[in-house]
């Protein structure tokens, strides 16, 4: 009769699912079909946030478990099969709160009433071992320290070498126990040894038996050849032993039964990438960016950008694909529009941005993200426009950015600011004011002042004299890399000039790679190298990093 049960129990409604259990291993235990399937792993991590979400329903929850129980008769079969149901059902609403001993007490009360159902058995050895890999999620993420590789955690024979709380090693034993019972009881349903196979293979228990896991695999898929995830399971496993064409097979395997499954060509795209096979890893990256949902892009994404070792053209590449195919996805035109961004292309990051914007309306960020490269290519007052929407809508950065463009805006169009003191001074140079001085010379007109939107660290404090606004007259000798100050005015803030200096600089001085003078010379004379010459070496900079050209460079002071 009990068997009969676990028959009825496995094929009908959920009686065996608990709340930490992906979509697809929920159909999996119902004998349904699974289209799509989340890594228990992922959710592991996620799931103790849902104890302090629920706090306020922990009385009622009580009161509800307490009355579903109470006032029962067991005289009957009837009756004790109603009880086992409530006390089932009571323990998935205490394991979604996060009250796991509570939901324990439960299912040993249910376990009480009917010992030789094989159900109840791996319903709570799959409950000790959501445990296990709850409380190794987060004793990693309290260490910051991502979880080791099944290689590393596995000793001679596939035993785990790790050294688990007591807690966590009981919870392991316990969990065995009860899958290995609950196999004695039925050994013809695949998911209990799927379970006890993830349970074996698992980093975080130190019963961990990679061989034995294996064979529970082998069994569950001779069971139910037709469960993809099983495939994948086995697969991950191999991969962490280093057999990775036995792992190639199975994940193959799995993806060719579900080829639109995003999560299996992400892990096909891990085995690829751990072979150094790094294009194929980034087409199955970009296949399961094309097949999922959009809150699983930032993840993906970063699988991908990895892949393609954060090559530029490659990734525009890899968006432009995928919005050609998923068109309604703000987040693609987003990272297409900042790469595109970092290539200068700023006019096609704007197109982007603005794309993003219309799906995603009220975003603050991305009214933010679009006012800076407005504000790059010189549109001030469209930056300006976003700035102030952004603000609008509680981005604080972006009002401090709204500031800075009032002031520009006010200061006139000619004025382009490229760099930033680390005493909170912005400096600007004016473009419409870049003179010719003989053959190779040029002047070009500087402007700094404080940044007031930087706080009261903008502004040296206490001294009167203090300048304001800072007007000087910059002038470089393009063939000899070199520049001087020439003039230089000081005003206070109410506009008087405090100090003028029409000598400033009598000499020129060399172009310092790295710093302010290097900025400028690039933009007055663009068709120049830097070269600098020190001791008998030769040492070119490009504006990004000191080039040497023989002999050895010892760097710069």
């Not at 796991?100 to 040993?108: I, Q, R, S, V």
């Not at 998911?191 to 990679?210: A, K, Q, V, Y």
């Not at 970009?286 to 393609?308: F, W």
């Not at 292309?345 to 982007?352: F, G, T, V």
Request: proline share 5%; glycine share 6%; hydrophobic share 35%.
């Amino acid at each position: 009769m009990e068997m009969e049960r676990n028959k009825q129990d496995l094929t009908k409604h959920d009686k065996v699912v608990f709340p930490y259990l992906s979509p697809s291993r929920r159909r999996e235990v119902m004998g349904r079909s699974h289209s799509e399937y989340l890594s228990w792993k992922r959710l592991a991590v996620l799931f103790p946030l849902l104890f302090f979400l629920t706090l306020p329903a922990l009385a009622d929850a009580r009161a509800v478990r307490d009355s579903a129980v109470s006032g029962v008769s067991v005289s009957a079969e009837g009756d004790k099969a109603e009880i086992i149901d409530r006390l089932v059902e009571a323990a998935k609403k205490l394991t979604r709160e996060g009250r796991y001993t509570e939901a324990l007490d439960d299912y040993n009360r249910a376990i009480e009433l009917s010992p030789g159902d094989a159900v109840l058995y791996f319903e709570r050895g799959s409950l000790y071992y959501f445990m296990i890999i709850s409380a190794g999620a987060e004793a990693l993420r309290e260490a910051g320290s991502p979880p080791p590789s099944p290689a590393a955690a596995a000793g001679p024979g596939g035993v785990s070498n790790l050294d688990p709380a007591p807690l966590v090693r009981q919870n392991c034993d316990r969990a065995l126990s009860d899958f290995n019972r609950a196999i004695s009881l039925n050994e013809n349903f695949d998911i209990f040894f799927h379970m006890r196979g993830s349970l074996l293979g698992s980093e975080f228990c130190p019963r961990r038996d990679t061989a034995q896991a294996v064979a529970d695999f082998d069994r569950a898929i001779r069971i139910n050849p037709s469960n993809a995830v099983y495939y994948l399971e086995r697969g991950n496993l191999y991969a962490g032993l280093n057999r990775f064409d036995s792992a190639l097979a199975d994940i193959r395997k799995a993806v060719s039964m579900e080829p639109n499954n995003y999560y299996f060509h992400h892990d096909l795209g891990l085995i690829y990438e751990r072979m150094q096979m790094k294009r194929e890893a980034a087409e199955h990256y970009k296949k399961a960016m094309e097949l999922a949902p959009p809150e699983q892009m930032p993840s993906l994404n970063r699988s991908l950008v990895l892949s393609r070792r954060d090559e530029n053209r490659d990734l525009i590449g890899d968006y432009t694909d995928l919005i050609a195919r998923r068109p309604e996805v703000s987040y693609l035109y987003i990272h297409r529009g900042s790469r595109l961004g970092d290539e200068g292309k700023l006019r096609q990051a704007i197109e982007d941005y603005s794309a993003a914007i219309t799906l995603r309306r009220e975003n603050g960020d991305l009214y933010l993200s679009r006012g800076k490269m407005f504000y790059d290519s010189g549109r001030k007052r469209e930056a300006l426009r976003d700035f102030k929407e952004s603000c609008d809508q509680g981005n604080i950065g972006a009002c401090c950015y709204r500031r800075i463009t009032e002031q520009d805006i006010a200061r006139g169009e000619g004025w382009i600011p490229f760099w930033y003191s680390r005493n909170h001074r912005r400096y600007f140079y004016d473009r419409k004011i870049i003179l010719m001085k003989a053959k190779e010379g040029k002047v070009v007109r500087v402007l700094i002042e404080p940044d007031e939107a930087a706080g009261e660290n903008a502004v040296a404090s206490g001294d009167p004299d203090e300048p304001s606004l800072v007007l000087e007259r910059w002038e470089f000798n393009c063939s000899r890399h070199q520049v001087r100050i020439r003039t230089q005015r000081k005003f206070d803030r109410n506009g008087r000039q405090i100090a003028h200096f029409s000598n400033f600089e009598p000499h020129f001085r060399p172009v310092f790679p790295g710093g302010i003078s290097e900025r400028l010379f690039r933009i007055v004379c663009p068709a120049e190298q830097m070269f600098h010459r020190r001791g008998e070496e030769n040492v070119r900079f490009d504006g990004k990093r000191v080039l040497k050209t023989n002999s050895t460079f010892a760097g710069f002071p």
